[in-house]
DNA sequence: CCATATACCTGGCAGC
DNA sequence: TGCTGCCAGGTATATG
């Protein structure tokens, strides 16, 4: 489910609430991707200092060590004063003196991980090999088209592989790379480099629009208040096979590559 | 080192 | 209805 966007606004939508709250109780249901790594009431009397986003990260610094979170593909946070009973989805219950952080995943892609700092071992082997942050300015042109000149397989693939840039996954890989007019196969190292800035702006841009616009709710995102996003409804490709191309009117196509759907449009999209 | 396939897990839906 | 097979927003890990 969530991508940058959807963590972003998740980050958002209960940082300044949970800010400086003391956790009182931590309860963990089913296993989740990795263990917490050590033992949840460990954590009783922890305050949280910040929530932090890495990529698709969010980290919570505490005033003793740091805790990883990952929604994977179906995770969702909730933050409010009062929850309702835990329900079979829901695998952690985060009870501060400001209210309770649940995580509800059905998959159980997700992940909450303690670490006794962001440059832990144990925090790096997740954070470690992450690419750039594309929306706090660091992200550069030039150094995005000399790391894609590295790079033998379809740009689509590479987007989402998230070692050159963070935050990028299957919805808006085809959505930026609609907007910048690339073909989702081109190989990455061998885009001119007018087309790599083209691609460069698209990511900026449909990253930051798709905040604005509180997320993809393409099933059942919602943020820590419980809003919906807004974002899919203005989708330019994906999920809109067979559907008429909002520029050309030419009927959306959809592909596989490396086991993911790809969406693009054959005309306003060049090899 | 690089590129690609696999595994993890559950729910929803199309098709029979 | 109820069953089966396929699909889904991610990514560490294994394999070539």
Redesign the pocket.
Known sequence: ???LP?VEVTRRSFADRIQSARIVALHMG??L?WPLGLPPQSLVGRRIEAVRRR???LLLDLDEGILLL?????GSLNFAVHQPPAG??DHMDMETDRGVLRLHD????GAVVWAPSENSATAQ???G??GVEPLDGGFDVNAFALALK?????IK??L???DIV?G????Y?SEALFMAGIRPTVK??RLSKPRVARLHAAIVQVLARAVQQG???????VSAEGKT?YF?LEAAV??RAGAPCRVCSTPIR?M?Q????TFYCPTCQKP
């Open positions: 489910m969530p991508e959807e089913k296993p991707r990529g698709k990260y990952h929604l994977g593909m179906s079979p989805h059905p998959r159980r892609f082997k997740l954070l090999h992450l590295k790079r033998a397989s379809a693939q590479v989402l592989s998230g963070v990028v996954g299957n919805i890989a990455a190292s997320g993809s709710s393409l099933k059942d995102f996003g899919q994906y999920g959809s596989l490396g086991q993911r759907t």
